[in-house]
Antibody, heavy 120, light 107 residues
Framework: QVQLVESGGGVVQPGRSLRLSCAASGFTFNIYGMHWVRQAPGRGLEWVAV????????YYADSVQGRFTISRDNSKNTLYLQMNSLRVEDTAVYYC??????????????WGQGTTVTVS | DILMTQSPSSLSASVGDRVTITCRAS??????LGWYQQKPGKAPKRLIFAASTLVSGVPSRFSGSGSGTEFTLTINSLQPEDFATYYCLQHYISPLTFGQGTRVEIK
C-alpha cells in the first residue's frame, strides 16, 4: 500500500541544523510532487515546502525561505528537508505528504505519520 | 499570500446533528481547495478534493461545495467518529495555505 515514513527528528539547539527524510513506497515516487507540512504543539497545520516530481522547481513558505531546503532522490524514493539555522518556533511535528499531481496542483492525498522536531 | 479564513474555530454538536464549516479565501482560487480531518496525535486525512469531490472510502455524510472564494464542508448526521479538527487547504498558488482549523466537539 502507499506509505510515507518520516525520520530524522529530534532535539536540537537553536542555530543548529537537522535533516529530515521521508521514505516512500507503494507508488511511483518520481511522478508526483511532494510536500512538507508542519504542526507546532497545539497549533494548526502550516505548509512548509513542495518539490516538483523531477526536482526542477521548489517552493517555500516565507517562514522557512532561505533556511530550509527541500530535495528528493528519485532513485531512492526518498524526500528530504534540510533545516538550517533552526529557531525555537520551528518546533513542530513535520509531515511529508504526496500530491496528486506532478507539482502541487491537486493538493496532498497521502500523509506520513510525522516526525517531531524540538528546538531548545 | 492567500489568506484562508475558516469559521467557526470550534463548535459543539450532538450525534445526529448537521454541521457546516466555512472557508473564505482572500482571492479567487477556482475550486483548488481540499478539506482534511485530523484526530489527536494522528496525521491529517483528506476528505474532499476539488472543493466538492469526495475521496473514495469517505462516508457520504461528508460533502463540500463552493468555488472562487467561498467554500463549505457539511457533515450530515454527525457520528461519534467525526469529532475531530477540520482544515481547509488552498493549493491554487504557492504558498499553499490552510485555514486555522475548526474543532468539532461533543455537546
Amino acid at each position: 500500500q502507499v506509505q510515507l515514513v518520516e525520520s530524522g527528528g529530534g532535539v536540537v539547539q537553536p542555530g543548529r541544523s537537522l535533516r529530515l527524510s521521508c521514505a516512500a513506497s507503494g507508488f511511483t515516487f518520481n511522478i508526483y510532487g511532494m510536500h512538507w507540512v508542519r504542526q507546532a504543539p497545539g497549533r494548526g497545520l502550516e505548509w512548509v515546502a513542495v518539490i516538483l516530481y523531477d526536482g526542477s522547481n521548489k517552493y517555500y513558505a516565507d517562514s522557512v525561505q532561505g533556511r530550509f531546503t527541500i530535495s528528493r532522490d528519485n532513485s531512492k524514493n526518498t524526500l528530504y528537508l534540510q533545516m538550517n539555522s533552526l529557531r525555537v518556533e520551528d518546533t513542530a511535528v513535520y509531515y511529508c505528504a504526496k500530491d496528486r499531481s506532478s507539482s502541487y496542483s491537486y493538493g496532498m492525498d497521502v500523509w506520513g505519520q510525522g516526525t517531531t522536531v524540538t528546538v531548545s | 499570500d492567500i489568506l484562508m479564513t475558516q469559521s467557526p474555530s470550534s463548535l459543539s454538536a450532538s450525534v445526529g446533528d448537521r454541521v457546516t464549516i466555512t472557508c473564505r479565501a482572500s482571492q479567487g482560487i477556482r475550486t483548488d481547495l481540499g478539506w482534511y480531518q485530523q484526530k489527536p496525535g494522528k496525521a491529517p486525512k483528506r476528505l474532499i478534493f476539488a472543493a466538492s469531490t469526495l475521496v473514495s472510502g469517505v462516508p457520504s455524510r461528508f460533502s463540500g461545495s463552493g468555488s472562487g472564494t467561498e467554500f463549505t464542508l457539511t457533515i450530515n448526521s454527525l457520528q461519534p467518529e467525526d469529532f475531530a479538527t477540520y482544515y481547509c487547504l488552498q493549493h491554487y498558488i504557492s504558498p499553499l495555505t490552510f485555514g486555522q482549523g475548526t474543532r468539532v466537539e461533543i455537546k
